[in-house]
């Protein structure tokens, strides 16, 4: 769909740093993506309750292998962007974020800035591979998003 509706239960607030815009004076193209990096790190660990794996410490954690955004509308410094995730599928040893993205002033209205989808994919460092999702991250995303994944 063009745009995403309905219900996510996951949020995350950014504030807009200088450092995030261009010569343009908005909002560079890729740091939508970095939004969205944070979202994602932050969904897992609130939903899963496990800690995203640093520097291949532990054998598993997990890797982005797909991420699609489309852009609807510019950001400036100073806005705070509001990153909703919600799962809306889970695989053997993947599950898909899809995650909307809004923008406003200080005290203003929200206006939808992009849409985004991200694969992420549970990985062994130990062996290079993927691994499969253990069923407690499984069972808790479920209970999260409400309904099944699979």
Do not use: K
């Not at 909703?84 to 909307?100: C, D, N, P, Q, W």
């Not at 591979?129 to 253990?134: F, G, M």
Request: with cysteine; glycine share 6%; hydrophobic share 40%.
């Amino acid at each position: 769909p063009r745009d995403l509706r309905g219900d996510f239960a996951h949020r995350v607030t950014i504030d807009v740093r200088f450092s995030d815009t261009d010569a343009m004076g908005h909002v560079n193209n890729a740091v939508y993506l970095t939004y969205c990096e944070m979202a994602r790190i932050r969904y897992w660990s609130d939903v899963t309750g496990e800690p995203l794996a640093a520097r291949h410490h532990g054998a598993e954690s997990l890797i982005l292998a797909e991420a699609r955004i489309t852009y609807r509308a510019q950001v400036f410094h100073t806005d705070v962007v509001t990153v909703e995730s919600r799962a809306t599928r889970i695989g053997r040893s993947s599950f898909v974020l899809e995650h909307r993205l809004t923008a406003c002033e200080a005290g203003g209205h929200p206006r939808l800035v992009a849409i985004s989808e991200s694969v992420l994919v549970r990985y062994d460092y130990t062996v290079g591979r993927a691994a499969e999702l253990d069923e407690r991250f499984v069972q808790a995303m479920e209970a999260f998003e409400g309904h099944a994944l699979r």
